[in-house]
């Protein structure tokens, strides 16, 4: 059983930057494709942005695509976030997602994902 945990979360400035990262125990991460999802009050949670088991394909939604950078370090089992220009509207929980590595469903859905971290609170406000 994978387990995730999250770090990273906090207060920011909009325009800051923020780095959040997913450690895994209980599995090698390198057996995994990868997500970030996030979840705002009231809303469904949706896409960040995912990287495949080997590094060579990232996904990106289209809210974060040129302000988020996902990559991943198989030698120590994490996972990382980069988050620049930050918005007021990126505020939300963010998790850390597992898939198996050659598993047909999609990138973008929470149901193409088998394991969960616990979140990590992001906010950004003045």
């Known amino acids: 059983q994978v387990q995730l945990i999250e770090s990273g979360g906090g207060l920011v400035q909009p325009g800051g930057s923020l780095r959040l990262s997913c450690a895994a125990s209980g599995g090698t991460l390198s057996s995994f494709g990868m997500g ?3 979840q705002a009050p009231g809303k ?5 942005a995912a990287i495949n088991w080997s590094g060579g394909n990232t996904y ?8 988020f950078t996902i990559s991943r370090d198989n030698a120590k089992n994490t996972v990382n976030l980069q988050m620049s220009s930050l918005k007021p509207e990126d505020t939300a929980v963010y998790y850390c997602a597992a898939r198996r ?8 859905t929470v149901a193409g994902y088998d394991y969960w971290g616990q ?3 992001v906010t ?3």
């Open 44 to 48: 469904e949670r949706e896409f960040v």
């Open 119 to 121: 979140g990590t609170q």
């Open 36 to 38: 970030w999802f996030r």
């Open 124 to 126: 950004v406000s003045s």
């Open 60 to 67: 990106y939604a289209a809210s974060v695509k040129g302000r």
């Open 101 to 108: 590595a050659h598993s047909p469903l999609s990138y973008y």
